[in-house]
């Protein structure tokens, strides 16, 4: 707010004014509300750090989670965010008030856009006493895309009854929920006022039960829901138990299956070594049969070249030992031709032709 060149800003409450400090940033966009509301549900609900602490080390973290995620460039101080707040916080509890009263009203033949118009006129016109006794008048609320943030929270839920309202007639209160003039409301048959959209009676709500019954009624709702939540928490630990044996069971079935193919594999890599040693083996076999024979008849050709020349040597110019060394080989090669035919005879089963 500026006076004169001088600025100033609402208190913590709400209400009042105070030196706002030199430079001051420009008003709040629905970006930075909705970035301050986030920042309170976050700060507020972090369990690993309790509410014994000052306002100082409370506002500082708010402080610190607001500046980590504000994209606008905008340095927000302190006492500004507590300032933002305390409107956001107030004005979005009574909002929630006036909704939960549009909500009692139930007006027949209306859409949402009426109930909206509805809430937006009994906020309007609700007035209020500050702290230091000074009437507020209502205004229009514009925070929704706060209290679409907030809603879901327990602080800001519908309220129960109109009390949360700080209407100033607690037992009997008439609220107009539009502008037009005041209309005299239709009777029913039996002489009871009906409700209407222009004008609704408001009575007391019903006293609430007592605290013993009502600590009663807590401790069979607990008993109830903790005999409940034992049950499921059963039920979801044999599901899940169930679930995970199916799982370990199929990957044991998968396990196997890969076990027993790489072992074919292993087997058929084996026997495919096996063959390949056996062809490698009888290849060798194949080669030293060759350079046998090959080497066998190498040494019949020497042999029958040797028996041909020596049963044709001319032995005229020979002396008497040389003719009888020849005679004497010769015998010996007839000796062993003779018997050679033998075997092949008695193989072949033909008795000896007088050899």
């Not at 500082?60 to 965010?81: Q, T, V, Y």
């Not at 107030?90 to 949402?112: M, Y």
């Not at 939540?229 to 138990?241: F, L, S, Y």
Request: net charge positive; with cysteine; charged share 40%.
């Amino acid at each position: 707010m500026h006076f004169q060149d001088h600025e100033f800003e609402v208190d913590e409450e709400g209400e009042g004014i105070v030196d706002a400090p030199k430079g001051r940033a420009g008003n709040y966009t629905n970006t930075d509300d909705i970035l301050l509301c986030n920042t309170w549900l976050q700060v507020s609900r972090n369990p690993s750090v309790g509410g014994d602490q000052s306002r100082d080390a409370y506002w500082n973290r708010m402080k610190e989670h607001f500046d980590d995620r504000n994209m606008s460039g905008i340095d927000r101080s302190n006492r500004s965010l507590r300032s933002r707040w305390s409107t956001i916080n107030s004005d979005c509890q009574r909002w929630a008030a006036c909704q939960k009263a549009v909500d009692k009203l139930n007006p027949s033949g209306t859409n949402e856009d009426d109930r909206y118009n509805f809430t937006q006129n009994l906020f309007k016109k609700e007035e209020r006493k500050t702290k230091k006794g000074k009437i507020k008048k209502g205004r229009v609320f514009t925070l929704p895309h706060c209290y679409d943030v907030l809603k879901d929270d327990e602080k800001w839920k519908k309220r129960e009854d109109l009390d949360d309202l700080h209407l100033s007639d607690k037992r009997k209160r008439t609220i107009k929920l539009d502008d037009d003039d005041d209309e005299d409301d239709a009777s029913s048959d039996d002489g009871k006022r009906s409700p209407t959209p222009n004008s609704v009676s408001y009575s007391k709500p019903k006293r609430p039960d007592g605290c013993k019954k009502d600590k009663t009624e807590k401790k069979k709702r607990k008993g109830d829901n903790e005999l409940k939540n034992a049950m499921e928490a059963i039920v979801k630990a044999r599901k899940e138990a169930n679930e995970v044996r199916k799982m370990a069971r199929t990957q044991d079935a998968v396990a196997e299956e890969r076990r027993l193919a790489a072992e074919e594999r292993r087997v058929a890599a084996e026997e495919r070594k096996v063959a390949l040693e056996e062809r490698r083996v009888a290849a060798e076999e194949r080669k030293v049969a060759l350079k046998e024979r090959k080497v066998s008849n190498e040494e019949r050709t020497r042999l029958l070249e040797w028996e041909k020349h020596l049963f044709f040597l001319d032995t005229t110019n020979l002396n008497a030992a040389q003719k009888e060394y020849v005679n004497l080989a010769q015998q010996e090669v007839l000796i062993q031709k003779r018997a050679m035919l033998r075997i092949i005879l008695q193989k072949k089963g033909i008795a000896n032709w007088g050899l």
